[in-house]
């Protein structure tokens, strides 16, 4: 198994539907989930619920963390990782914005 990590960053106004199915997690090594702020959205609550079972079925790790911002985010991506970014619009934009500053583009999810 390769040492690939999917990271997935919920945004306050994650939505409901998973946006990491079982097949995106074949040959990761490690599910990372971001969730930004606290407390937990219901929406957000269930994403890390789905990708624990995720995560388990598939074999690997899940690491799972609060940050406190969008500009939090970008302190744990590493190079190589495949993002997932799930988020309002503006969710969205705020944490292309905080990773661009690293020099870090993520793709644009829902």
Not at 42 to 69: F, K, N, W, Y
Not at 73 to 97: C, F, K, N
Request: glycine residues 8%; proline residues 5%; without cysteine.
């Amino acid at each position: 198994m390769t040492d690939r990590r999917i990271v997935l960053v919920l945004g306050p106004h994650a939505g409901e539907a998973p946006l990491v199915t079982a097949d995106d997690l074949v040959g990761a090594s490690t599910l990372v989930v971001l969730v930004i702020g606290w407390p937990l959205r219901p929406t957000q609550e269930r994403a890390v619920q789905v990708a624990q079972s995720l995560a388990r079925a598939a074999g690997i790790v899940l690491d799972a963390m609060l940050v406190a911002s969008a500009d939090h985010v970008a302190e744990q991506i590493t190079g190589g990782d495949h993002l997932v970014v799930d988020g309002s619009p503006r969710d969205r934009r705020r944490i292309r914005r905080a990773l661009a500053t690293r020099g870090i583009s993520a793709p644009d999810a829902r």
